[in-house]
């Protein structure tokens, strides 16, 4: 079956331009993540949605991040105003639960000119 | 403050001998661990996860061993071979009345297994 799928794969834009990345998760999963992995770092979580509930953004690191889920299905990261250490992959995962494992996309790889 | 590390940012094995690769964590509300791996311009894949109510797991070629006292936990590979070559992450999140099972992650070890 499908698994997770993130557009663009790449993404090159100026500093201060606003970005939108989009991540469609795997079918039935009610559990979606987005992180991050910076340049010889490890994955940093940055938000989570589950079903209706409000989601824990805890991990964005500034108010220029926010994140959305419609219908409970697709979800779109947008950063505003970026600025150069934005640059990163950028990875989304879904899970059937959230005692369940979490399964990735390929990212989508965000340089920031 | 890094509550997953992997102390070891690379490891070369020979073909068809064992791969240990080592995690260790802080954090004492951790009771669910996991192993992915990562090759280029993919993203990680799941390997095998442990609860902590467990002492080992085991998964055709993969092992993980989960020591709680040492909050120390490793993957065995037996044998390796050379499609294990790979970024291998360690990974842990808490239960509890906030779960969100958001996973922490360690920097990752690479993993060479020579032909």
């Known amino acids: 079956g499908a698994g997770v799928s993130q557009s663009p794969s790449n993404k090159v834009t100026e500093k201060g331009k606003d970005v939108e990345l989009r991540c469609d998760p795997i079918?039935?999963?009610?559990?979606l993540y987005w992180y991050r992995q910076s340049l010889g770092q490890g994955l940093e979580f940055l938000i989570y949605f589950q079903g209706n509930s409000a989601p824990d953004k805890s991990g964005l690191p500034s108010d220029r991040f926010s994140a959305e889920r419609t219908g409970g299905s697709v979800s779109t990261l947008t950063i505003q105003r970026t600025q150069q250490e934005d640059s990163a992959v950028y990875l989304c995962?879904?899970?059937?639960?959230?005692?369940?494992?979490?399964?990735f996309g390929d990212g989508t790889r965000l340089s920031i000119l | 403050d890094q509550q997953v590390k992997q102390n070891s940012p690379s490891l070369s094995v020979q073909e068809g001998r064992i791969s240990i690769l080592n995690c260790d964590y802080t954090n004492s509300m951790f009771d669910y661990f996991l192993w992915y791996k990562k090759y280029p311009a993919e993203g990680p894949t799941f390997l095998i996860s442990i609860s902590s109510i467990k002492d080992k797991n085991e998964d055709g070629r993969f092992t993980v061993f989960l020591n709680k006292s040492a909050k120390h936990l490793s993957l065995h590979i037996v044998p390796s071979q050379p499609g294990d070559s790979a970024v291998y992450f360690c990974a842990a999140s808490a239960s509890g009345s906030s779960n969100t099972g958001k996973l922490i992650f360690g920097q990752g070890t690479t993993l060479q297994v020579k032909p």
């Open positions: 995962a879904s899970s059937l639960s959230i005692i369940q494992p979490q399964h």
């Open positions: 079918s039935g999963h009610t559990a």
